[in-house]
């Protein structure tokens, strides 16, 4: 088993406010990253902003000021949000970083001496908002490019191709080592763009500005993909590659995992691994492309004002709210819904009336029935709820390990349900009538082990709630690791407060 973990998002595109769909892609990328650290793994979380390019440069010039100027104050909106849904990144990169400009021209010189990058003439109609030159498939019957919904233009300049169309053999068989996920898109990609035949990808632009100049032509812009896919081992320190993060977290003794949305797909599942392979290096073990968040099954788009702002929603609600939500509801193999009553009800739903019910009970029996400690010292190892709880950590590593947080997060609830279920057939206020002390003792105990996994396990989702949930049963201690958990060796202190942890939203 590899002993380190890199997780990366997209750098996002630092033209305007962040949405609820770059909440869901950092999201899921550090809930992954803390399950991997409870699993005992060294791990690397990058995140970032790409702050090249047309748009930007014109959105500055419409405001009257620099680009810099324009991209720094996105830059803290961006980074205020991470901070708000508790993103626990390790590096935020801005492609406006010395470091990383000085790399990409380097990159850049690299690939052009190994004949992998030419100088030629491109013609095309070109998105200004998704920054790429488009093909047929990309254009919906009205003319506006399918993603942006605008209109492109034509665009004839000179410019500099990498020779993406040499690589067609290397992309089929990385394709077949199950590199991208889930399979429907890895399908999508092989038949719109590998099958019928690569073209070469346009890296350079004369007539923009905004960007990094070439140190061979000047007048030669780097934009975009080259500039924002490169990033990811920028990040790290490329091209030195005696860079200790480079040799930790880029080396075969770790994971490499990316989550990108399914509309760039195209760029980190072929362009991405052709760069990589041509300045010799590994490949990222997983590409997780996840779909869009719709609103009432139609995409969210400024124009038809259905944008959904995380901030209000974490405001209104709590950050742990809104990323189990995503956790939970928004699986990777297809497009999710989200809208505030879909939300409600998952919250009432998994937080108000499963699991916080689950342990205002037995927080509240315990302190009733036991002035709050539990002293008994029974064996419940064989109980078919220890049984169970044991095997709920087994299933849920091995849903989280396939990248199925929602899989994962319904085991969880499912075996909370269990447990609510357990209460009512065992009735521990009819026990405690009954001077069955002993029994009630167990039961109550029984749950108080059981409530600690769940809570255990929802601890890299629920981060602000996780420990509020581990007081209100009395256990005390540190989080625990993934293999201490397993070892079912829990201890309880005496609990001296009662709260109500997920109050019903009406």
């Not at 010799?280 to 259905?306: F, Q």
């Not at 002293?375 to 091995?398: E, M, N, P, R």
């Not at 447990?419 to 026990?431: D, R, S, T």
């Not at 002993?438 to 109550?444: D, F, I």
Request: proline share 3%; hydrophobic share 35%.
């Amino acid at each position: 088993m590899k002993k380190n973990f890199y997780v990366t998002t997209p750098i996002y595109y630092a033209s305007g406010d962040l949405h609820i769909g770059h909440t869901y892609t950092t999201t899921l990328a550090d809930i992954l990253n803390r399950f991997k650290k409870s699993m005992g793994m060294e791990t690397f979380f990058l995140t970032g902003s790409d702050e090249h390019g047309q748009k930007i440069e014109t959105k500055a010039k419409e405001a009257g000021i620099e680009p810099k100027k324009y991209v720094d104050e996105i830059v803290k909106k961006f980074k205020n949000l991470w901070e708000l849904l508790d993103i626990k990144y390790d590096k935020f990169i801005r492609t406006t970083d010395d470091n990383h400009k000085k790399s990409v021209r380097e990159i850049f010189s690299t690939l052009l001496n190994k004949d992998l990058i030419y100088k030629g003439n491109y013609e095309g109609l070109y998105c200004v908002s998704c920054e790429e030159f488009l093909i047929a498939d990309q254009i919906d019957d009205e003319g506006n490019c399918k993603v942006s919904q605008t209109k492109p233009k034509m665009l004839a300049e000179e410019t500099y191709f990498l020779r993406v169309s040499k690589f067609a053999d290397f992309l089929t068989t990385l394709f077949g080592n199950d590199f991208l996920k889930p399979d429907s898109r890895k399908n999508e990609m092989f038949k719109n763009f590998i099958e019928p035949g690569l073209e070469d990808l346009s890296v350079t632009r004369i007539s923009l500005k905004w960007g990094i100049p070439t140190k061979e032509n000047p007048e030669h812009v780097i934009y975009v993909w080259l500039d924002a896919l490169s990033n990811y081992i920028t990040a790290l320190g490329y091209p030195d590659t005696n860079n200790e993060l480079f040799k930790k977290f880029w080396s075969e003794d770790t994971q490499i995992v990316q989550y990108v949305g399914k509309e760039i797909t195209r760029f980190h599942s072929i362009y991405w691994p052709v760069i990589l392979n041509g300045l010799g290096l590994r490949m990222p073990d997983k590409l997780i492309s996840h779909g869009w968040i719709l609103a009432k099954d139609t995409k969210m788009s400024k124009s038809l004002g259905n944008v959904i702002d995380p901030i209000a929603i974490i405001n209104g609600f709590s950050s742990d709210a809104l990323r189990f939500y995503i956790a939970k509801e928004l699986p990777t193999e297809r497009d999710g819904n989200f809208t505030e009553e879909l939300f409600v009800e998952c919250f009432n739903t998994n937080l108000a009336n499963n699991i916080g019910n689950l342990i205002s009970r037995t927080n509240n029996m315990i302190t009733k029935y036991f002035d709050g400690m539990i002293t008994s010292k029974a064996d419940l190892s064989k109980h078919s709820l220890t049984v169970s709880g044991l095997k709920l950590i087994d299933d849920y590593v091995q849903e989280m390990n396939d990248f199925q947080i929602n899989k994962a997060v319904d085991k969880i609830m499912k075996f909370s349900q269990e447990l609510n279920k357990f209460i009512e057939e065992e009735k521990p206020w009819v026990l405690e009538k009954e001077g069955k002390l002993e029994k009630l003792a167990e039961v109550l105990l029984i749950l108080q082990n059981s409530i600690t996994i769940v809570t255990h396990l929802l601890a890299p989702i629920l981060t602000k709630s996780y420990q509020d949930m581990l007081d209100q049963i009395g256990f005390e201690g540190k989080l625990l690791s993934i293999e201490e958990l397993k070892k079912n060796q829990l201890t309880f202190s005496k609990i001296t407060s009662r709260k109500i942890i997920f109050e019903r939203i009406n």
